[in-house]
């Protein structure tokens, strides 16, 4: 039989660089493309010496081009927390809409499967919980979060225009808060910011009064869930996310416990458009890809703070990247 080739854009990323691991292990050929905006060479640096590896630094809002069979493309290239997508809005929405126009040519010409990596965002500040995919969201398009929230409704919808009208064989992934290894931990996201405050001796910021939900999904789940869609020869959106819901106030007490930390939590006002309330229904996964997480909150928080803790100490420092 022969080799799989898969293109992975935003390979270099955090989930981008556990799913380049996943294909590699199932014998595929992968390729990782990247610019490094935010994704950093060092999530994949242990894959440079296999030959079943390439990497790409190519900035995919740019016509693609890639040489000999291509079997899949999975679209992961975007920033992907508040911090980033706040501070580079024009590319942000770039790689929802142009990158994406651009992959699914690609797959087009390549006669290749493609998955794309869509977000709850796309629910907004929801008024119906738990989400399932039916619900159309609560979006304001012209608020600071809309750059990321509308990029990708653009990148489902073009993929279902590319599905109906040139016939691709596309997947669409609603991907929920996920965490664990190779995650920043300067990237805004809630759980990087707690550890990263906890190790620092940081109070712990909180938004609001903290009664605002999240639902958590650990990473090795979230990349057997995107495996198994693309595997599947279901079209529509799936949400792949951990349905156990909790407060950002009982959150940041758990990380608090789990650190052994004794500093305070400190609370600011909520920013603009901040999603009340976050929880997938999973009925879909379940019954198209009998998919749903296996690994708890308490086991996967715990493996993500020892990655976290060994980390050099001048991580626990650096700055955000600069955009120009």
Same mark, same amino acid.
């Given at each position: 039989?022969?080799?799989?080739?898969?293109?992975?854009?935003?390979?270099?990323?955090?989930?981008?660089?556990?799913?380049?691991?996943?294909?590699?292990?199932?014998?595929?050929?992968?390729?990782?493309?990247?610019? +490094?905006?935010?994704?950093?060479?060092?999530?994949?640096?242990?894959?440079? #010496? +296999?030959? /079943?590896?390439?990497?790409?630094?190519?900035?995919? &809002?740019?016509?693609?081009?890639?040489?000999?069979?291509?079997?899949?493309?999975?679209?992961?290239?975007?920033?992907?927390?508040?911090?980033?997508?706040?501070?580079?809005?024009?590319?942000?929405? #770039?790689?929802? =809409?142009?990158? &994406?126009?651009?992959?699914?040519?690609?797959?087009?010409?390549?006669?290749?499967?493609?998955?794309?990596?869509?977000?709850?965002?796309?629910?907004?500040?929801?008024?119906?919980?738990?989400?399932?995919?039916?619900?159309?969201?609560?979006?304001?398009?012209?608020?600071?979060?809309?750059?990321?929230?509308?990029? #990708?409704?653009?990148?489902?919808?073009?993929?279902?225009?590319?599905?109906?009208?040139?016939?691709?064989?596309?997947?669409?992934?609603?991907?929920?808060? &996920?965490?664990?290894?190779?995650?920043?931990?300067?990237?805004?996201?809630?759980?990087?910011?707690?550890?990263?405050?906890?190790?620092?001796?940081?109070?712990?910021?909180?938004?609001?009064?903290?009664?605002?939900?999240?639902?958590?999904?650990?990473?090795?789940?979230?990349?057997?869930?995107?495996?198994?869609?693309?595997?599947?020869?279901?079209?529509?959106?799936?949400?792949?996310?951990?349905?156990? /819901?909790?407060?950002?106030?009982?959150?940041?007490?758990?990380?608090?416990?789990?650190?052994?930390?004794?500093?305070?939590?400190?609370?600011?006002?909520?920013?603009?458009?901040?999603?009340?309330?976050?929880?997938?229904?999973?009925?879909? =996964?379940?019954?198209?890809?009998?998919?749903?997480?296996?690994?708890?909150?308490?086991?996967?928080?715990?493996?993500?703070? &020892?990655?976290?803790?060994?980390?050099?100490?001048?991580?626990?420092?650096?700055?955000?990247?600069?955009?120009?």
């Amino acid at each position: 039989m022969k080799q799989q080739r898969i293109l992975i854009t935003g390979g270099a990323g955090f989930l981008g660089s556990h799913l380049c691991d996943r294909f590699i292990r199932e014998g595929c050929h992968v390729i990782a493309m990247d610019n +490094l905006i935010t994704g950093d060479l060092k999530n994949i640096e242990h894959l440079f #010496k +296999l030959k /079943e590896f390439e990497f790409y630094h190519y900035d995919v &809002t740019k016509f693609i081009s890639i040489p000999g069979q291509l079997d899949a493309i999975l679209h992961f290239a975007s920033p992907a927390s508040p911090i980033d997508y706040l501070r580079i809005p024009i590319q942000t929405l #770039k790689v929802g =809409a142009m990158g &994406t126009h651009n992959c699914l040519g690609l797959a087009r010409a390549k006669g290749a499967r493609i998955l794309v990596a869509s977000t709850s965002e796309v629910y907004g500040d929801p008024l119906v919980q738990p989400q399932a995919e039916e619900y159309w969201g609560n979006v304001n398009p012209v608020g600071p979060r809309g750059v990321y929230d509308e990029a #990708k409704r653009y990148m489902e919808s073009i993929t279902m225009a590319y599905h109906t009208y040139h016939g691709v064989d596309t997947r669409i992934v609603r991907i929920f808060n &996920t965490y664990g290894p190779r995650m920043r931990l300067n990237d805004g996201r809630a759980l990087p910011a707690f550890i990263g405050q906890a190790l620092r001796g940081e109070s712990l910021t909180v938004f609001g009064d903290g009664s605002q939900t999240r639902s958590f999904c650990y990473v090795d789940d979230l990349v057997e869930g995107v495996y198994r869609l693309l595997q599947s020869d279901y079209h529509g959106p799936v949400n792949i996310g951990n349905p156990d /819901e909790i407060t950002l106030k009982d959150f940041a007490e758990e990380i608090r416990e789990l650190t052994g930390s004794t500093v305070e939590l400190s609370y600011h006002p909520l920013p603009e458009d901040d999603p009340k309330q976050r929880r997938p229904d999973i009925t879909k =996964a379940r019954d198209l890809l009998g998919w749903w997480p296996r690994i708890d909150r308490a086991e996967g928080l715990q493996r993500t703070y &020892t990655y976290f803790k060994a980390l050099p100490k001048e991580e626990l420092y650096r700055e955000p990247k600069h955009f120009n």
